[in-house]
C-alpha cells in the first residue's frame, strides 16, 4: 500500500514538472524569435512516441497513470510544436532565404526552413502518413493479434522511438557546434521529471515482483535510455564533447 502510494506521487510530480518543463524553452524561443536551436525531428518523434503510448496503455493492463502521463506529455509536446512552427514561419521568409542557405550546414535539414507553401505540404504530409500508419496497423494488429500482444507491439515501437528521440537534437548541436537558443533549465527538468517517473515505475517492484518489472519492461528501458540521451545534451551544454 504504501509503495503504490509513493509510486503515485512519483508519478503525480512528474506529470506536475512535465507541465511547466517546457516554459523555458517557449521563454528562450519567444526572446529570440527563433526555434531553430531545436531539432523539430526530436519533437515529431516525442509526438510519435506518445501517441504509441497512449495506444499501448489502452490494450495493456498497466496502471492508469501511465495512460494519464502519455495523454498528458502528448499536449505538451502540441503546445511546443505549435510555437516552433509559428516562428518558422513567421521568420523565414523570401528576404532571409539566402541567409539560410549560407548556414544550411550548420543547422538542421528540416522541412521548416523553407517557404510557406513547402512547409504545410510536407507538414501535411507528415500529419496523413503517421495518422495512416497508426490507424491501418492498428486495425490489422487489431483482427491479427490478442489485445496484450497489440499493446506490446505499440509499447515497444514508442519504446524505441524514445529510445532514439534525442539523437536527432544531439546531432543538430554538434553540426551547429553551439547549444544557443537551447533552454538548460528545459532539459534539467526533463532529467528529474523523467527520473521521478522512472522511480514510480520501479518502487511497485517490491509488491509485484518479477511479472510486473516484465509487464511494464518497455516503459522502464525507454525512459532510462531517454534519460542516458538527457545526460550527453547536459555534457553538451558543458562543452564535455
Known sequence: M???????????????????????????????????????????MWIL????????????????????IAVYRFVIDIVLTTQIVY?????????????????????????????????????????????????????????????????????????????TSRIPQIVLNRRRKSVVGLSFNTFKMIIVSNTLYITGLLLPLYDFGWEYFFNNLQWIIGSMSGLFFDFVIICQFNKLF
Open 49 to 68: 512516441g506518445d501517441l504509441f503510448a497512449i495506444i499501448a496503455t489502452l490494450y495493456k493492463n498497466v496502471s492508469v497513470a501511465l495512460l494519464v
Open 87 to 163: 516562428y518558422r514561419l513567421k521568420y523565414t521568409n523570401v528576404e532571409t532565404e539566402f541567409l539560410l542557405e549560407e548556414i544550411s550546414t550548420q543547422t538542421e535539414t528540416s522541412p521548416f526552413r523553407f517557404s510557406n507553401k513547402t512547409l504545410f505540404k510536407k507538414l501535411f504530409k507528415y500529419e496523413i502518413v503517421s495518422l495512416v500508419t497508426v490507424v491501418l496497423s492498428t486495425m490489422l494488429l487489431y483482427f491479427t493479434l490478442p489485445l496484450s500482444l497489440l499493446g506490446d507491439f505499440f509499447a515497444w515501437g514508442a519504446t524505441m522511438i524514445f529510445m
Open 2 to 44: 504504501v509503495v503504490t502510494v509513493l509510486s503515485n506521487l512519483c508519478y503525480i510530480l512528474s506529470n506536475v514538472l512535465w507541465l511547466v518543463v517546457f516554459i523555458p524553452q517557449l521563454i528562450e524561443n519567444y526572446t529570440n524569435k527563433s526555434s531553430d536551436a531545436i531539432s523539430f525531428n526530436l519533437i515529431l
